[in-house]
C-alpha cells in the first residue's frame, strides 16, 4: 500500500511544527498481513478493510474524531476467529502512532476525554510518557456485538499500548448497551488522542517532560 493520498492533498501549513507526521507501517507474519498509512494531522479521511466489520467501524471512530487521515488493510485467519487481526491491527496502528510522533518533542503529551453516547459513557485519560500500560475498566454486558467477540476490546487497546509507548486509563461511568459501551470507548481515546498529539507552540521542539526523556 503507498502512502495515502489524501495526505498530499490536505497538507497542514498552519504550524511550522506539524512537518510530516505521517507513517506507513507494514507488519506481516503466519498468521496476518497488515498495512497502516496515517496522517496525525488530517481531516478524518478512512479507509478500514480488515475483514472485521464492527473493528472497522471503530477504526472510522478513531479517523474521524482524532481528526487522523487513516488506512489500514489487513487479511488474516479470520476463518479461525477474529483475535490474530483484531490484535496484529492494534499492534501495527501503535507502531504508525509510534512512528509519526517520532521523538515526541512539541506534543501536549496528556489528553483526556469522557463520550457519551446514550445511555453509555466512557472516560479515557492517556499519556504518551513512552512507558506502556494499560487500566482496562470496562464491564461489557454481552460476549458479542454482532459476529465480534467482545473480550477483544482490551485486547486491541493492549496492542496499541504496547507499541505505541503510551499510559492509557479507560473507565466506564455508565452503560448498559455493549454497542454503546465500545464506540464511546473508540470515541473518547479519538478525542484524548487528538489532544495529546496536538502541538504545543510555547514548547517548540522541547520533550514535554521535566527529565528532558520520554
Known amino acids: 500500500m503507498t502512502p495515502m493520498q489524501t495526505s498530499d492533498r490536505l497538507q497542514v501549513a498552519t504550524s511550522p511544527y506539524l512537518v510530516n507526521r505521517t507513517a506507513s507501517v507494514t507488519r506481516k507474519t ?35 474524531h482524532g481528526l487522523i ?27 504508525a502512532f509510534a512512528k509519526a510522533l517520532g521523538d515526541r518533542k512539541g506534543i501536549v503529551r496528556f489528553g483526556h476525554f469522557v463520550a457519551p453516547l446514550d445511555e453509555a459513557l466512557v472516560q479515557v485519560t492517556l499519556d504518551f510518557s513512552g512507558r506502556p500500560h494499560l487500566s482496562y475498566g470496562l464491564e461489557i454486558p454481552t460476549q458479542r456485538v454482532g459476529t465480534y467477540d467482545t473480550q477483544l476490546v482490551r485486547e486491541f487497546f493492549v496492542a496499541i499500548v504496547n507499541h505505541s509507548q503510551m499510559t492509557l486509563h479507560i473507565r466506564q461511568l455508565d452503560g448498559i448497551n455493549s454497542h454503546h459501551i465500545i464506540e464511546a470507548t473508540f470515541k473518547a481515546f479519538a478525542r484524548s488522542l487528538r489532544m495529546a498529539a496536538e502541538v504545543d507552540p510555547r514548547r517548540a521542539h522541547t520533550i514535554p517532560s521535566s527529565k528532558g526523556v520520554l
Open 30 to 64: 503466519g498468521e496476518t498481513d497488515v498495512q497502516v498509512s496515517l496522517n496525525l494531522d488530517g481531516t478524518g479521511y478512512c479507509v478500514a478493510k480488515t475483514g472485521i466489520p464492527f473493528l472497522d467501524h471503530m477504526l472510522h471512530q478513531i479517523s474521524s
Open 69 to 95: 487521515d487513516l488506512e489500514v488493510q489487513a487479511t488474516g485467519d479470520i476463518e479461525i476467529d477474529d483475535h490474530h487481526t483484531n490484535e496484529d491491527v492494534g499492534i501495527t496502528l501503535g507502531m
